[in-house]
């Protein structure tokens, strides 16, 4: 039987009425009303994105907060929407439960990291579910942000499985993406090799280092993202910080392509990757371990094939979009309304 409790969805970009996301919320529940808005993208600097971006989220939980009153259970796909929301219910009230989407807080030092942390503190107070996308996040993130209130809940990172009708072994390696993001190792890795390389990132990424001549970079160009990664030889995702969750979006779709990917060992991707199985992992900042990593998968076409065959397989398995939207249908139920 489905639960009557009503579910206002809040994403910040358009998403379709028959997404399977949302269907498989619907299944247990009666009522998910979609509220989206195309998000404003490709900042580059601080500035822009508290101009742009940060503008677009206060807007929007204002509009989303006067609706309160319509629905049992707000759930924010961004967690920045969540906390902001979570905000407003404190000063003002509000008896609508709220469940954040993929919360990720990275450990940051200084006045503005110790704000923050008491900001967000404040907002999880009226939170009842937070969903973290590494089970390395539940235990930390309850030991930083205990309430009484607050539950921590890991769902694995769900993509919507791109159809391959064939495997494309192109002649370049590709990487890309923009949070905790490594570049400089990776340069150093490829510089002086006889491959190529293609790079899609933002320009504070790479601000500031040396870009080999093999390295080919285009800036904020997300719209080709897929189309590089899916004719690229295999893939890379250089991370910065081990201990902050990231990378499991491009490392997904990398292996939802059937991409052998070297990655850099972090605690958000335990969960997702074995070592010689479904990847190849490497340890952070070690340029010279990256470069033979890269070296071997530039040589060896079979161990190209193997490990791009079984990662696709596991993201067929266990990180579909579909998958994720039943998980975050079960947690619901078991956090919000049991």
């Known amino acids: 039987m489905k639960s009557n409790k009503r579910i206002l969805f809040v994403l910040d970009w358009l998403a ?6 949302l269907a498989r919320l619907r299944q247990r529940f009666e009522t998910v009303t979609l509220f989206g808005w195309e998000t404003p993208r490709g900042h580059d600097n601080n500035f822009e994105k508290l101009a742009r971006l940060w503008k677009s989220y ?3 939980t204002i509009k989303v907060f006067k609706l309160r009153r319509r629905y049992d259970i707000l759930l924010a796909w961004q967690p920045v929407i969540g906390l902001l929301f979570a905000f407003w219910a404190r000063l003002l009230g509000s008896r609508t439960s709220i469940v954040i989407h993929n919360l990720i807080v990275p450990q ?16 999880l107070k009226k939170v009842e579910l937070v969903t973290v996308s590494s089970a390395a996040e539940t235990s930390a993130y309850r030991k930083r942000f ?15 499985v791109p159809h391959v009708s064939s495997m494309v072994d192109g002649d370049y390696l590709f990487s890309g993406g923009r949070s905790n993001r ?8 490829v510089d002086g090799l006889p491959v190529r390389v293609r790079v899609i990132a933002q320009k504070h990424n790479v601000a500031n280092l040396d870009i080999p001549a093999n390295v080919d970079i ?3 160009d997300f719209n080709t993202f897929d189309e590089n990664m899916r004719n690229a030889q295999f893939v890379v995702v250089p991370l910065d910080r081990p201990g902050e969750s990231s990378g499991q979006l491009v490392l997904l779709r990398a ?3 059937g991409k052998a990917v070297i990655v850099t060992q972090n605690d958000g991707l335990a969960d997702y990757v074995e070592h010689e199985k479904n990847a190849i992992l490497v340890k952070p900042h070690e340029s010279g371990e990256l470069r033979q990593a890269i070296l071997r998968l530039t040589a060896d076409v079979e161990t190209r094939r193997r490990i791009g065959a079984q990662a696709r397989h596991d993201v067929l398995e266990k990180f579909t979009t579909a998958r994720s939207g039943a998980l975050m249908a079960e947690a619901i139920e078991s956090f919000v309304i049991t």
């Open 58 to 60: 206060l807007v929007q």
């Open 218 to 220: 285009t800036y904020s």
């Open 182 to 189: 490594d570049y400089r190792t990776l340069f150093q890795a």
């Open 146 to 160: 205990a309430n009484n209130r607050t539950r921590f809940h890991f769902i694995p990172f769900g993509i919507d």
């Open 16 to 21: 379709e009425e028959d997404w399977i996301y």
């Open 108 to 123: 940051r030092h200084g006045l503005n990291g110790f704000l923050r942390h008491l900001f967000i503190r404040f907002c």
């Open 255 to 257: 292996m939802a392509f």
